[in-house]
């Protein structure tokens, strides 16, 4: 249909075989890791060996990886040609564990007691920051947006989250487990 696409973030399908890759499912770039999870400074996986990539080459790149595909983003949409739509598949890995956040952003949750309520918070924040910044640059493009956001999974257990009331959590098949957030939003010429 002459879309430009990109994937930046969270791959988790197939990382094992290269035929699986985003670049060869429909994806014209891609950037970001191809396992679970990450930790978010070194860019390496739980294996312990490096996962940071672009287009199918491994990068040795520094900074928080929520803040990473923020850029990014905001750089392809920019980049991307007007006289086309674009598709755009964000899968950021905040708040997956391990968690983490910067040191200046967990600072704003210190009136929490629990150290990883702070950490989680903060990752909040590094995500709505982030988000921001996609949509500034959605905006910008001055075309017809359409911007699904939702959670794959319910929370995870343990590690400062929590379902409320609802029964069960991230792996089970109850409310909890299955229940997320979802918005959707449609702009017209960036308005």
Excluded at 40 to 61: I, K, P, V
Excluded at 68 to 78: T, V
Excluded at 176 to 188: N, T, Y
């Amino acid at each position: 249909k002459g879309y430009e696409t990109a994937l930046i973030g969270k791959w988790h399908l197939g990382h094992e075989k290269k035929s699986m890759h985003p670049n060869q499912q429909g994806f014209q770039h891609f950037y970001g890791f191809l396992t679970g999870a990450i930790d978010y400074w070194s860019h390496e996986s739980r294996d312990g060996g490096l996962d940071w990539q672009r287009n199918g080459a491994s990068l040795s790149e520094k900074g928080y990886a929520t803040q990473l595909f923020a850029k990014e983003a905001a750089s392809w949409i920019a980049s991307a040609p007007k006289d086309k739509p674009i598709f755009l598949y964000l899968p950021l890995s905040a708040p997956h564990i391990p968690l983490q956040a910067p040191p200046e952003t967990v600072e704003h949750y210190q009136a929490l007691s629990n150290k990883e309520h702070q950490i989680y918070c903060a990752m909040i924040e590094e995500m709505d920051l982030a988000i921001a910044k996609v949509l500034e640059a959605a905006k910008a493009r001055k075309k017809e947006t359409l911007i699904l956001f939702l959670g794959d999974n319910g929370p995870a257990r343990g590690h400062g989250t929590s379902a409320g009331n609802l029964r069960g959590a991230k792996g089970s098949t109850f409310e909890g487990g299955l229940r997320v957030p979802a918005i959707l939003s449609f702009s017209s010429k960036g308005n």
